[in-house]
């Protein structure tokens, strides 16, 4: 397992990317800027487990796919659970987070996926038990989201789940300003000024894209969940399990 390599002291200076300056200090800078991020990465961790631990098909292994995995802290911890006794698949578009994911698994434990979501879906040997999309489709063009939560339900077994974390906006204007209120008092707290805080804000206005709580369960219903529930939120972050 890799470690963290540093703490975030990035400033951007033009739109987000996630290049080789934030790969290197993403780990910090998710800590750091997701309330509650280690009970969101447990109830992840737990949930996933579930389904490839008590639900695992009788034929096969069981088999998960991690969409947007980054630096693999969601993939990780079912990795270490099972021991290879299941098939990981991590799929990401940046070539820096690329590296640091075929360096965390060098010896083919896991595939590692070069596919960009707005272009289709990655070709896989069978249905997953459990798809991850922890903070990534909110990187992803609003016009493209069904589509891509349609492609996860399609190639999901009967009976598995899509574990669905967001950033999200408040249900009114006023809300949601009390709320981002909140959410740059945590950042502050947390140990970034507000020059960073603002220059990172403005950064991300274009690249990330959140939506209401209410518009992400209707995009998953709509890609044919049967299936969807809150479980976990704190203020303007939330995460849904989706069963099909």
Known sequence: MT??????????????????????????????????YEVMREAVADLAARFLVEGKPA??????????ASRGESLAPLVDLLHGA????????????LRTLRERWPRDE???????????????????????AVLTIQFTPIEHRLRILRDIWKN????????????????????????????????????????????????????????TAGMNEDLLRGAGFAEVDCFWRWNNFAGWLAIK
Do not use: C
Not at 90 to 95: I, K, L
Not at 110 to 130: C, H, K, N, T
Not at 165 to 179: F, H, N, Q, S, Y
């Open 3 to 36: 470690e963290d390599r540093g703490r975030d002291e990035t400033q951007p200076k033009g739109a987000w990317e996630f290049d080789a300056e934030v790969a290197q200090v993403f780990d910090d800078m998710l800590a750091r800027s997701i309330p509650q």
């Open 59 to 68: 034929d096969r292994s069981p088999r998960v796919v991690d969409l947007g």
């Open 86 to 97: 299941a098939e990981y698949h991590a799929v990401e578009v940046s070539e820096p987070m």
């Open 110 to 132: 896991v595939q590692i996926l070069d596919f960009d979501l707005r272009s289709g879906y990655p070709e896989l040997p069978g249905p997953a038990d459990v798809t991850l």
């Open 156 to 211: 999901t077994r009967p009976g598995g789940g899509l574990i669905f974390v967001e950033k999200v906006l408040g249900a009114t204007a006023e809300i949601d300003e009390r709320m981002k209120r909140l959410y740059y008092d945590l950042k502050g707290k947390n140990g970034y000024s507000p020059q960073q805080i603002e220059r990172k804000k403005l950064s991300l206005e274009g690249v990330l894209v959140p939506v």
